[in-house]
């Protein structure tokens, strides 16, 4: 506990003070936990800067903040390529996912999918979600939140972990959605603010950008690794990432309730653009710390250890008494904010998905009370997948992609394929799903024993995981679209809404939604050029 002083302890307690604050003021204000509407989509009456807020802060977790400064302090800041072409995602997720979840009137991904395909369509969705969330997102965060709290407050691994876990859950059980999306509010701010005083001491500390650039040297400042690159090909970061981004940004329950609570689409999009924006900064300041950990260990001014420690590294020997307060502070919001959004969004799938399915006469006080049960045992296998991470890859934020890369492309075919061409039905998602599970789960069992493997069988679990997103993509969507050619075609009344061949025959009852503006969206679409604007100019910047 000698890293922190008084004024720090004081600094992180206000913090706690303050979320907690703000998750009692929400709560009171709002009648958050009446119906399931008001408790898992907050009302549906959410405005864009919350969205694109929470869109930013839930997605940071801990394991970004540690995984990503760990890995720009192994290799550079090639691993910040995911939270660039996130920004692309996201403008895709606002304009071209977005009026079709909307108008369909669903609170998930697995209902919407159930909409466009079958109940077999959503089960596997639902399924496969919560237990995606127990092996990357709980698990991962908490893994790296033990890591700050043994390396930056002297606190035993498991009881800050636990006592965080804990802490976020009692504000996620009783405030609903909406108390997560206003708390992500507050924290992206604690968050951002923590990370740019990291960044600038460190910066400082070895002279300037100029002198970072050239202890480091070019490699670490080149976005667009060779294809034989083990980590970053720029084959698989073209090519594969954003298989893994449109899972994840525009089809993961995760992220799209956020766009579901929208207002109207116009909310939802702009959020989804604000969001964007935000998406530019963690190369700047999560990967870039990293990099000033890798320099300062060179010039002898720090002594780094293993690479995932840099952060806290540089928190610990930079940083006064008062700032490491605030860091702190902000590695707590990232874990916080992450694990409250987990936890949400995996309560409303175990409600709405299979609660409500298996219970379709239960009221509506009887779906908010299931939500609010639903996190315990989630925290418990969460901590139980711990001790895994490690066996899969030694940096955590690749670990976190890697297994993505494992289930997230037969998914995102069916999203794409389904909305962009009518003709798909359900036996070829079907098909499609279960062939991708199938192996999804031979290459991460592969790639676990790889060690003991030969042969074909070790060339196939040491491809790298970007290119095998891309090659299980294509091959899900061959599947796809050839079963569904063997077979009848959906009808078209099934597909009303759902499809851009069907967008303006949805008969879904949708009062709620505030109508679109022309003028609103003319600007939309200047903002979203100037997200792009901002992708290509880091793009050339950190070519080498």
């Known amino acids: 506990m000698g890293l922190l002083g008084t004024l720090d302890w004081v600094l992180i307690v206000l913090y706690f003070c303050g979320i907690f604050g703000v998750a009692i003021w929400v709560t009171r204000r709002e009648a958050t936990r009446e119906t399931s509407a008001g408790y898992f989509l907050a009302g549906r009456n959410v405005g864009w800067f919350v969205i694109g807020a929470s869109l930013f802060a839930s997605n940071i977790g801990s394991e970004h903040l540690v995984g990503l400064a760990g890995t720009g302090a192994a290799s550079g800041v090639a691993v910040g390529q995911f939270e660039i072409l996130a920004s692309l995602i996201l403008l895709l997720l606002g304009w071209v996912f977005v009026p079709f979840y909307l108008k369909s009137g669903v609170f998930t991904m697995p209902e919407f999918l159930e909409r466009r395909?079958?109940?077999a369509a959503r089960w596997y969705l639902a399924i496969l979600s919560i237990v995606g969330y127990v092996l990357t997102k709980i698990s991962a965060t908490i893994a790296a939140g033990g890591i700050v709290f043994e390396s930056l407050m002297g606190i035993n691994f498991w009881t800050g972990?636990?006592?965080v876990v804990v802490a976020t859950g009692v504000y996620t059980v009783f405030g609903g959605l909406r108390a997560v999306l206003y708390t992500d509010m507050v924290q992206m701010f604690v968050l951002v603010g923590g990370s740019l005083l990291v960044t600038f001491y460190g910066l400082s500390a070895l002279g300037g950008w100029g002198e970072l650039r050239a202890t480091a040297g070019p490699a670490f400042f080149d976005m667009w690794k060779p294809m034989s690159d083990p980590d970053f090909p720029w084959t698989g970061i073209l090519f594969g990432a954003p298989i893994l981004g449109v899972w994840y940004w525009c089809t993961d329950q995760f992220i799209v309730q956020r766009v579901?609570?929208?207002?109207?689409?116009?909310?939802?999009?702009?959020?989804?653009?604000?969001?964007?924006?935000?998406?530019?900064?963690?190369?700047?300041?999560?990967?870039?710390?990293?990099?000033?950990?890798?320099?300062?260990?060179?010039?002898?001014?720090?002594?780094?250890?293993e690479t995932d420690a840099a952060l806290p590294t540089l928190v610990g020997v930079l940083l006064p008494v008062g700032l490491r307060g605030i860091v702190v502070a902000g590695l707590l919001a990232a874990l916080m904010s992450s694990l409250s959004s987990v936890f949400n969004s995996c309560s409303t799938l175990i409600t709405w998905d299979i609660y409500r399915k298996m219970r379709p006469e239960a009221s509506e006080k009887q779906l908010v009370r299931v939500?609010?049960?639903?996190?315990?045992?989630l925290v418990i296998l969460g901590l139980a997948w711990i001790p895994m991470i490690k066996l899969v890859s030694g940096q955590l934020y690749?670990?976190?992609?890697?297994?993505?890369?494992?289930?997230?492309?037969?998914?995102?075919?069916?999203?794409?394929?389904?909305i962009a061409w009518q003709r798909v039905n359900s036996r070829g998602a079907i098909a499609a799903l279960i062939s991708g599970f199938v192996l999804g789960l031979s290459r991460l069992v592969a790639e676990i024993n790889k060690d003991s493997l030969s042969g074909a069988l070790h060339t196939f679990a040491d491809i790298n995981f970007l290119h095998f997103a891309i090659l299980l993509f294509v091959v899900c969507t061959l599947i796809l679209v050839v079963v569904s050619l063997a077979t009848p075609a959906p009808s078209r009344e099934q597909l009303a809404g759902l499809t851009f061949a069907t967008a303006d025959e949805t008969s879904a009852a949708t009062p709620h939604l505030e109508p679109s503006d022309p003028a609103w969206r003319r600007?939309?679409?200047?903002?979203?050029?100037?997200?792009?604007?901002?992708?290509a100019m880091v793009w050339m910047y950190f070519t080498g």
């Open 260 to 305: 579901l609570s929208a207002a109207g689409e116009d909310q939802a999009r702009r959020g989804t653009i604000f969001g964007g924006l935000l998406k530019v900064l963690p190369l700047f300041i999560f990967v870039i710390p990293g990099v000033i950990a890798y320099a300062l260990s060179q010039t002898g001014q720090i002594q780094l250890d």
């Open 371 to 377: 939500g609010q049960i639903a996190t315990g045992g």
């Open 398 to 418: 690749v670990y976190i992609q890697s297994v993505q890369g494992y289930i997230s492309p037969p998914i995102a075919a069916v999203f794409l394929v389904g």
């Open 523 to 535: 600007r939309d679409l200047w903002l979203s050029v100037g997200v792009i604007a901002c992708v």
């Open 161 to 163: 972990a636990l006592v």
């Open 117 to 119: 395909y079958s109940p």
